[in-house]
Every structure is written in C-alpha cells, then in structure tokens.
C-alpha cells in the first residue's frame, strides 16, 4: 500500500536554526505531495505541494520542499526558523481520491 | 479565499446522548467533504468522504451506523456521532475539495468533542 513516513517524531531547534523535515513515499508514479502545519488545536494548512514540473517547490512562510523521486523523498527546509514555527507538521501524499498523511514531526522552537 | 469552517468548535456531552458537528465552505463549493479523527499526538485518520447528494463512503473500521454523515449541499456536511461514548472523544477534523483534479483540500479548524 502506497504510505508517507516521517522518521522524526519529535525535533527540537534553536531559533534562527535552519530546519529540515524528512518525509518519505513509498510506491507509485510521480505522487502528489503535501506538507501542511497544524499549530495546538487548530486544523491544518497547506505550506506547499508538488504536482510536477520543478522539483524545487516554494510555500507560504519561507518553506519549501524538494521532490527527490531518486531518494522517494520530500523534505521540507526552511533557513531560518522563527518561533511561531513551532507546531506539527504532517506530510502527505493523494492517492486514489483521499490524503495519505504521515504521523507527523512535532517542531519545538528554543528562543 | 477557500475557507472551511466547524461547528462548535468544543462540545462536551453525556454518554448516550448525539451530537452533531457542522462543517461549511464560506466561499467556495465543494463537491466532496472529507471527515478526520485524531487521536492525542498522532497522525489524521479519515473517517469518511461524502460527495454532494450522495451517501457517505466509510473507511474500514469505521462504523457507519455511530458516525451519520451527511452531505445535502455544495457548502454543507454534518457529521452526528451517535450515542456517544468516552472513546470517542476526540478532535474531529473535517476538509473540502473544490472538485475536478485540483487534489487540495482545506481544512477547517477541528472539533474537540468530549463525551463524559
């Protein structure tokens, strides 16, 4: 079955740190990715998605993610993280009309 | 632009009892409504996804009898956890897709239902 895993239950950085997230697809052509945030309580939103096309993929608070279809990889970086950053993260994959989601990497910012 | 919202935002109930918790798109129509549970720091399991006008299809495990979803119009789904339990107390999430192949959906801001 077509899955996402992100390896890190938990990172902590300090802020102003740089930041990568790992994720990883497993089966299927080009997937359709997806990394949202969820801060405590809140539902999720979209940070970026990869369809096709550049593999370099530009999302809203100066994250982005890079497609890596070599290493089934989809990692989301951001150079400098603010304190705000602090949430959980989730990525996630469409596949057959529904959102596979990841279990999530809780992101703890010290100031 | 393509707002979801949910209703109530926290609701407590008794055991035994219903409850209904609403999810709208404020500005945009949306073909298919999607319902997820999460569990305390752990992943979004999809419950269900409802397409306008038709019934709810049910992800295995999920039981279709307890969790009445119903989808009557383009901007509307409710989902009724029926003769609620303490196990299912739980934050409840629900998303829209606009339709066609746009594959995105937005979420709204969650329910945090606890049965006592």
């Known amino acids: 079955a077509q899955s996402v895993t992100q390896p890190d239950i938990h990172i902590t950085v300090s802020e102003g740190a740089s930041l990568e997230l790992r994720c990883n697809y497993s089966y299927g052509a080009t997937p359709y990715l997806f990394w949202y945030v969820q801060s405590p309580g809140q539902g999720l939103q979209l940070l970026l998605k990869y369809f096709s096309g550049d593999t370099l993929v530009q999302g809203i608070k100066g994250f982005e993610a890079e497609f890596k279809r070599s290493q089934s990889s989809f990692n989301l970086r951001k150079p400098s993280v603010h304190w705000s950053d602090a949430a959980e993260y989730f990525c996630?994959?469409?596949?057959?009309?529904?959102?596979?989601f990841g279990t999530g990497t809780r992101l703890q910012v010290f100031p | 632009g393509a707002v979801v919202s949910q209703h109530p935002s926290r609701v407590i109930c008794k055991s035994g009892t219903s409850v209904k918790i609403e999810c709208r798109s404020l500005d945009f129509q949306a073909t298919t409504m999607f319902w997820y549970r999460q569990f305390p720091k752990k992943s979004l399991m999809l419950m269900a996804t409802?397409?306008?006008?038709?019934?709810?299809?049910?992800e295995q495990g999920v039981e279709k009898d307890k969790f009445l979803i119903n989808h009557a119009s383009l901007t509307l789904s409710t989902l009724t956890v029926t003769s609620a339990h303490p196990e299912d107390s739980s934050f409840y999430i629900c998303?829209?897709?606009?339709?066609?192949?746009?594959?995105?959906?937005?979420f709204g801001p969650g329910t945090r239902l606890t049965v006592t």
């Open positions: 996630a994959r469409y596949n057959t009309d529904k959102l596979i």
């Open positions: 998303s829209a897709q606009t339709g066609g192949y746009s594959y995105e959906q937005y």
């Open positions: 409802s397409n306008e006008g038709s019934k709810a299809t049910y």
